[in-house]
C-alpha cells in the first residue's frame, strides 16, 4: 500500500499539483480545509500533509501561521510550484464561445489581461480544481473554468489557451508536514530552520534578538508576525534562517535568542529546496 499525502482542495486543486510534483510516489488525500489535512496526518489517514505558506504575488497564505505550531506536526520538506493558469472548456469548445470564467477569486485577479482581451465576464467559484469540476458537469461552451492542466487532465476539459497569467513568475510555496520530526538530514546542500517564538515584554527585545542573527552571521529569510489570542500585546513570530541547528553559528544566535525570549518552538529542520533560488 502506497504512502497518502493530504492537501486541501479537490483533485485537479495547484496543492495537488505540488503532491504529485514533489510526492509522486504519495496517493494524494483532498481535504476539504487545511485543519482537515492537519488533522488526516494526525489521525494516520495520511502520512504527510501539503500546505500552502507563500505565494510570490499575494504573500502569505491566510491561517496557516497560526495552525503550524499547534499543529503537532513537523516540516521536512519545502516545495515549489509554478502557478501556470489555463483556460478550461468541454471538448470542441472554440474561443470565441467562452463568455464567462469562474475561479478562485485570486486567480481570476491573476489573468485580467487576458479575460479583457476576449471578452470573458471573470465569475468567482469556490476554487480552482472545484470550479473546473462544475464546468466539466455543466457541459455548456459557454462557460470555462481558470485553473491547472491537472485539472483539464482530471475533469476531462480541453486546455483551450495556456500559460494565461498576467505575471510570469507567480509561484506558491508550499510545506511539507510530518508527525516526526528529522533533524539528523544534512543533504548536500543548505539546510533550512523554521521556529516561532514570543519576545519578553522589555524595551528593544526584539531588535536584541535579532541581534544575534547578525553577529553570527546567519542569514533570516522570513520573519512574520501575527497576534496571538485575540490580543494586541501578545505577538508571536514566525521565523525562518538558513542552516541547521547544530552549526555553532545557528546554535549561537539561537541562545541569545531564548535570552530575549519567553517561548522557541522549533517547527522543522528541512533541506532548502533546489528550486527557492
Known sequence: MSEKIAF????GAYSHQACVEARHDHEAIPC???????????????????????N???GRVADIHQLLPK??????DEAFVRVHINLLTVKGTTLDQVKTAQSHTVLLGQCRGFLNDHGIQ????????????????????AQAALASELAGEIYGLDVLARH????DKNTTRF?????????TRRGDGIMMTSFVFRVRNIPAALYKAMGGFATNGVNMTKLESYMVGGSFSATQFYAEIEGHPDDVSVRLAM???DYFTDMIELLGVYPMAHNRR
Do not use: C, W
Not at 470550479?131 to 455543466?138: D, G, Q, V, W, Y
Not at 510545506?175 to 533533524?183: E, Y
Open 175 to 183: 510545506l511539507i508536514m510530518s508527525p516526526t520530526a528529522n533533524h
Open 122 to 141: 471573470p465569475f468567482t467559484g469556490a476554487d480552482t480544481a472545484g470550479s473546473a469540476k462544475e464546468i466539466a458537469a455543466l457541459n455548456d461552451p
Open 71 to 76: 499543529s503537532g506536526l513537523h516540516i521536512i
Open 32 to 54: 476539504r480545509t487545511f485543519e482537515d489535512a492537519i488533522e488526516a496526518v494526525r489521525s494516520g489517514r495520511a502520512d504527510l500533509a501539503m500546505l500552502p505558506v507563500d
Open 8 to 11: 486541501q482542495g479537490e483533485l
Open 255 to 257: 541562545e541569545e535568542l
Open 164 to 167: 494565461i497569467e498576467d505575471h
Open 56 to 58: 510570490s504575488t499575494y
